[in-house]
């Protein structure tokens, strides 16, 4: 949904719309929409500016990183963006600290749908854990460790710790 600038009306646009997304526009390659992603969106413009607060939801399905089971995930991320058109960057030879977080419009249009793509895709956790305390797998049988203890004996090695096992031994 492709907004044009000029065309807003004084006291801003308000919309609620629902957008389907492919998964494969997710920054997780593994995760997958369980529900389409609602939006709402205010849109105000005070000069050049443009001001865009609003909120995305929706459910998607993860692969945790440690056991490899299915879970659920919801997000519902509130947003608050102020956009500036594009050819007010393009006079500044070099970018500011502040710069880093500014936004840009180009052509007067704003596409609201890959706004809401953005946010949804920055909520999106580096490493998809099903629980904090998710254990993982066992690393001899592959069993969840979750679903119960396996048996296996597994000896942890830690060789940081080589050289004071051989200088305590010197002590005795």
Sequence with gaps: MVID???LPKDGLTVSRNFDFPSLELVDEDAVFLEPVHSEMTVKR????VWIKGRVTTR?????SRCLAPFEFPVNSRFDL???PEDVHELKDELDDEDVD???YRG???????VALEQLNLTIPAKPLC???CEGICAVCGKVRKDGECGCLVKEFNGRLDKLKTFMKDKR
């Design 102 to 104: 500014t936004l840009f």
């Design 131 to 133: 629980s904090e305390s």
């Design 46 to 49: 005070i000069g050049d500016e």
């Design 60 to 64: 998607l399905s993860f692969v945790c």
């Design 82 to 84: 102020v956009y500036l």
């Design 108 to 114: 007067r249009q704003i596409d609201l749908r890959e």
């Design 5 to 7: 600038i000029d065309r």
